[in-house]
Structure formats: C-alpha cells, structure tokens
C-alpha cells in the first residue's frame, strides 16, 4: 500500500510536459523527418531518372507507366 | 492453411509489404519524373548544382508546352495501354505534328536535308558526263543515269561533309502563329559579304574557313526557324582596320558591298553587350571568348536578330535568359544549346517582312554598292584580297 501511494504521488509531477516541446517533436517525428526521408527518395528516383536514361530500371518504369 | 497463419501473413503484408511497395512506387515516380523532364533536370545540375554533365536538347514536346506524358508517346507501357483501352481512344490518333523526342534538334547543316552547295555540286556532275558519253554509248544511257543519281540520293551520300557539324546543339523554338508560319515559310535569300579582321585573321589557321563555316551554321539555322537564308557572296581581309568595335564601325560602313546586301566584319574585340551596328546592312561581329569552336556564331546570330528588329534581352534572370536565347546570353559557351525566344522570333520574322534587304532592298542596295563602288575601286585593290566562295 505505501509504494502504491508513492506512486500515485509521483505521476502528477512526471505528466505536466512542455506543451511547445511536445508540438515540435510531434511536427519533427510526423511531418519533417518523414517529409525529409520520402523527399530524399523521390529525388533519388529523380537523379536516377535523369542520368541513367538507359538503365534497366529507367527503362521498366517507362515501360510501366509511360 | 491454418487461420493463425493467414492472419501472420496478412499482419506481415501490411506491416511489411505495403510500406516498402510504397516506398518503391515513390522512388519509381522519380524515376519516372526525371526521364520525361530529363533535359531540365540535367540543365539544373549543370547551371546550379555544377556537375559535369551533358545537357541534351529540349525536345519539342516540352518546348511546347505538352505534359509530360506526351514525351513518350512513341513506347506506351502497359499503363498507357490500360489507360487507352480504357478511355477507348485509338492507339494511332497521336498528333502527327508533335516529333519524336529521341530525335535531337537539326543541329548541323548538312542533316537538315538541303544541299551543302547548291550552286557546285550538281551542275558539275550532269555536264561533264553528258558531252563525253553520246560518242561511245547510245544516248538512252546518259538521260537515265543522270537525273537520278541527284534527285533520288540525298546529296550527303553522294558528296562527303566537306564541313564540320555545327558544335552547338539546335533547339527547337515554340510553335508560331498561322500568320507567321507561312512568313517562316516564305525563304528569303541575303547576300552577305564579309571583312576579317587582319589583326584577328593572323592568329586563325584558317579565317576564310571558318567565316564560311560560320555563316553557313548561321544560316542554316536562320532559314530553318525563320527563312531567311544567308548567301556568303565574298570574303575579303580587312588589312588596317581600327582597333575598336566603334571605329571599326565607323570605317566599315563606307566601305564597297559590290552586291551584297549585308557587309559584315569579323573582329577580334569581344562582344561588350552594345551595338555593333549602323544601318540594317553594316554590322561589325564580335566574338565570344567563351566558345572555343565557333566564337562568333552566338555573335553572328545576335546581330542578325537585331538588323531583323529583335530586341536584345538584357536581364540575366529571365527566363528566356537562362534557357539560352541568342538575343540574351551572346556570351554563353558552346554547351549552351542555341534557341531563340517566341518573343524575339516573332520580331525577328516582322522585321524580314519589313526588311529592306529582303527583296525590295535592290533599290537601296544599288545606290550603295554604285557609290560604294565607285569611290572605293582604287584602295579595294590594296587593301582587301577578294576570295570568292568556291575557292573555300
């Protein structure tokens, strides 16, 4: 019973977060660094596209698409 | 099969298999978006990023505004096919007018399918095999040999390139009005004479090649998006010529044109960004220290645009700027493709409709060249060493 009531004290203190730090790590985890990921990939596909006109993978996605 | 391992499976395809076939279908959108925009993005990297690629030609699918689908149109994949069968629309109503992308721009004059040297070549052929032959051979020999070998063999498999290709690449301009179309059409012929620079000329191997290599390149591309044709009529050294784009002006323009309608001068100074004209038929060209095989192309065809009326583009950030309009960066390098605005094309084709030395510049022209002729008759023997056309 007594470790349970220190626990119950323990909880308000350790729930009260910065609400401006929650929003930016929510933003950073959900928006940029996923954006930044997939941007990257897209622009590898890009790069890819672009200079390597005759490779395999250029041809089949021409091939699938155009 | 058991439930349990179905459900494993299905928890694994989408846990597993939809974020990477995502993943994979993203990077084949780029893929995709870099092949159909293919020159942009090589021009991007070279103009901004610095890498050391080769730019191709925009071709004309993007020039004209069409999307980007319509850049392939040549090798429908498979869903292309579904689309089409889809929206039930035939698979051979593809736009005749639109080219192939593979293509490059007509980039050299030997390739745009008219003779090298109309004038030469053919006539040389017919005579000399006629005379000789009706002695020996029955005359059906000599009619049914003659008129077919020149006009069903295209003239670059019976003559070699007597020239170099053109070491820039061609662009093709945008589509133009209907109006401006047939002026396009109308092929208006130009005859040029042309001083080089003695100062300049000494450190060339060979100047009357190249000049006439130049103005053949010009032409070639001034009667393919604006036809107007421009015939080299002489080409003389200019020995004492003043040092100068202004004085070399000044002297240049009381000079004798004996005929031709335009009198150029090639000069060693290079292109300062200001005119380096006096009337629509005297022009001094300068060159481009940058281009290395022909560096007085860029300058040749600026100045040309502006005796048609063209106005130069002055602002580096403009776009018609950066993709290269003659009428803007004279002072780009030879990777640069040539290509000229809608803008200062269509000015360029008001300006030969107006032109004086078009076709009525006769009259003009006469007066100057009778002037011309006959003030300058004493000092063009010691001052310029007349070397006609053939001779190059």
């Known amino acids: 019973m007594a470790a349970k009531e220190t626990a119950m004290k323990a909880t308000p203190e350790a729930e009260a977060p910065d609400p401006s730090s929650s929003r930016v790590g929510w933003v950073l985890g959900w928006v940029a660094v996923p954006g930044l990921i997939l941007g990257a990939i897209f622009l590898g596909g890009v790069y890819v596209g672009a200079n390597s006109e005759e490779s395999w993978m250029t041809r089949a996605v021409m091939w699938a698409f155009g | 099969m058991s439930r349990a391992r179905i459900k494993a499976l299905a928890k694994l395809f989408f846990l597993l298999g939809l974020p990477l076939s995502l993943l994979a279908g993203l990077f084949a959108g780029g893929i995709y978006v870099g092949a159909t925009h293919r020159a942009k993005i090589l021009s991007i990297e070279k103009e901004w990023l610095g890498m050391d690629v080769e730019v191709p030609a925009l071709p004309a699918a993007d020039i004209d505004g069409a999307g980007p689908g319509t850049s392939h149109q040549g090798q429908r994949g498979w869903l292309g096919l579904q689309l089409e069968a889809a929206s039930s629309v035939t698979p051979g109503a593809s736009d005749p007018a639109s080219p192939d992308p593979a293509t490059p721009a007509p980039a050299t004059p030997v390739t745009d399918g008219k003779p090298v040297d109309p004038p030469t070549s053919p006539p040389?052929?017919?005579?000399?095999?006629?005379?000789?032959?009706?002695?020996?051979?029955?005359?059906?020999?000599?009619?049914?040999?003659?008129?077919?070998?020149?006009?069903?063999?295209?003239?670059?498999?019976?003559?070699?390139?007597?020239?170099?290709?053109?070491?820039?690449?061609?662009?093709l301009p945008e589509r133009l009005t209907p109006a401006l179309q047939s002026v396009a059409r109308d092929i208006a012929t130009v005859k040029v004479k042309v001083l080089v620079d003695s100062a300049w000329a000494e450190k060339a191997a060979d100047p009357f090649g190249y000049v006439n290599q130049t103005v053949e390149w010009a032409s070639s591309v001034y009667e393919t998006q604006l036809g107007l044709r421009l015939q080299l009529q002489s080409i003389a050294l200019w020995d004492g010529a003043p040092t100068g784009l202004g004085p070399k002006l000044a002297a240049l323009c009381g000079r004798p044109r004996e005929g031709a309608q335009i009198l150029l001068a090639f000069a060693g100074e290079a292109f300062t960004g200001e005119d380096s004209?006096?009337?629509?038929?005297?022009?001094?060209?300068?060159?481009?220290?940058?281009?290395?095989?022909?560096?007085?192309?860029?300058?040749?065809?600026?100045?040309?645009?502006?005796?048609?009326?063209?106005?130069?583009?002055?602002?580096?950030?403009?776009?018609?700027?950066?993709?290269?309009?003659?009428?803007?960066?004279?002072?780009?390098?030879d990777g640069v493709p040539l290509w000229i605005d809608a803008a200062s094309r269509e000015a360029m084709l008001r300006g030969k409709q107006a032109a004086p030395w078009e076709r009525g510049g006769a009259s003009t022209d006469a007066a100057k060249t009778g002037a011309g002729a006959g003030a300058g008759a004493g000092a063009e023997d010691e001052a310029e060493e007349e070397r006609p056309e053939e001779e190059n």
Do not use: K
């Open chain 2, 124 to 171: 040389t052929t017919a005579p000399t095999t006629a005379p000789t032959s009706p002695p020996t051979s029955p005359p059906t020999t000599a009619p049914t040999t003659a008129p077919p070998t020149s006009a069903e063999l295209p003239p670059s498999l019976l003559d070699p390139p007597l020239r170099p290709a053109m070491p820039m690449t061609v662009t």
């Open chain 2, 277 to 333: 004209f006096a009337d629509p038929s005297c022009a001094v060209i300068p060159q481009s220290p940058r281009s290395r095989q022909a560096p007085h192309l860029r300058s040749l065809l600026f100045v040309i645009g502006r005796l048609l009326g063209a106005e130069r583009i002055a602002d580096p950030g403009s776009e018609v700027w950066r993709r290269g309009s003659w009428m803007g960066d004279v002072l780009a390098d």
